[in-house]
């Protein structure tokens, strides 16, 4: 039976068989679902509990792509950063890049209600006021203004189909 998965709501684990139990390995976590919630007015948000269960006690935030953030558990935070320190140092894009991606994240914690305090520069550049999107998007968490999300998805959905034939050139067995 290893190997198999066992999902919750909104986050799905890798589990393995240990003994008689079956245990959560860490590094395999889904996040799914999408959730609306509102910030406080200091600049705090609720994080599901599912997704807080799957980011762990302390997580990574960053500066997403689409002006949306990117939330990282440590174990997918280490994950990017080997990817992107391969990225050729000599090119300009790839030092553009890094710099925005790395110098804008900040470690964040949830405090005993389940509320994270997402740094001004974050919200700023994520355009968030009030309305929030907290979505799960397999390997990360993200967190859009509810407007730019809807403006977003709204494209994405018409062109769903489109998007769906062009993927299928990345050799992802689908």
Request: proline residues 3%; hydrophobic residues 45%.
């Amino acid at each position: 039976m290893q190997g198999f998965s066992c999902q919750t709501p909104s986050v799905w684990f890798k589990v393995g068989e240990s003994g008689e139990q079956y245990r959560v390995q860490g590094v395999a976590v889904v996040f799914i679902g999408e959730y609306l919630h509102t910030l406080d007015n200091k600049g705090r948000l609720f994080i599901p509990a599912r997704f807080r269960e799957g980011l762990g006690s302390s997580f990574i935030a960053t500066k997403g792509l689409d002006r949306c953030l990117f939330l990282y558990s440590r174990p997918e935070w280490e994950l990017m950063e080997k990817k992107l320190r391969k990225l050729p140092f000599a090119r300009a894009e790839a030092r553009a890049f890094t710099r925005l991606f790395f110098s804008g994240a900040a470690e964040l914690e949830a405090d005993k209600q389940g509320r994270v305090l997402l740094p001004a520069a974050l919200r700023d550049y994520a355009q968030l006021e009030k309305d929030v999107m907290v979505l799960g998007v397999s390997s990360r968490v993200e967190i859009w203004a509810r407007e730019e999300w809807e403006r977003y998805s709204s494209g994405a959905a018409a062109a769903y189909e489109e998007i769906a034939e062009k993927i299928v050139d990345y050799d992802l067995d689908l």
